[in-house]
């Protein structure tokens, strides 16, 4: 269903897609598990354009393209020639000549558009400001683990600031029947096409959409809590409004308390321990936090099997 598409945005996949990615995910990593080959890529090649850091995408991307019998190359936007100029649609057609598919990090969701645009060989998006598909896929594998593989009716709440992670849950939930409710300060609500989008897979899968600006109101009987950083990469100069603008949108033991009886808490890391999150809290639920990075490597193998296999 999948082959030589893209992966911008979890809002473009269908529900069977979406399920699809994850029994591939979960059948993946239980191979790996037990140690068998599952070589599905031989001789292909991944290209990684990185124009921010990053720990988990970079290593679970490139690790993953090895384990599927192929390669990955690691390209700083910085040392390519679209570091200094050379337009993105030129770019995307000489890579398109090199590489079976391409994962790219950037800053502006357009820069991602514009490359799939005028490439030919599928486009995974690694995190733009907009979006975050691949570490949802993660999240929602996590939680299938955790909570079963009939994720309807379950409810996820996000904490924080309404960013790029906010957002792809939201699609991520609406898509397979999560209710999804965010809790953001005033002016950090989430992108509004986006909750319009979502509105409209939610309609769809039955799944509840709120936005509030009440954390205990959107922690209500959670099954999933998550947060996320109050500052993301690129905003470090609004560090210090960020920080007194988001503070008490944390994840804390009494905002767990407003959580179901059993609820784990997801965070996509790196974390900022006194901020979005306490301490005591994140030790706590630092084995599926852990489980969360790793299936990083399990989710994105099954995307890129699923794009880039023959
Ligand atoms: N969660 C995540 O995307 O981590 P990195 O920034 O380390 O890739
Ligand atoms: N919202 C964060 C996610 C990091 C994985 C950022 O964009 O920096």
Redesign the pocket.
Known sequence: MLKGKDLLSLHDLTRDELEEILSLAAELKALQKSGVAHTILPGKTLGMIFEK??????VSFETGMYQLGGQALFLSSHDLQIGRGEPVRDTARVLSRYLDGVMIRTFAHETLEEFARWADIPVING?SDLL?PC?VLADLLTIRERCGKDLSGLKLSFIGDGNNMAHSLMYGCAKMGIDFAVATPPGYEPNEKVVANAREDAKASGATILLTHDVAEAAKEADILCTDVWVSMGEEAEREKRRQDLAGYQINRSLLEKAAKRAIVLH???AHRGEEITEDVFEANAAVIFDE?EN?LHAQKAVMALTMGD
């Open positions: 850091s990053s720990t988990r995408t970079r995190l975050h570490q996509c890391l790196p990075a990083r």
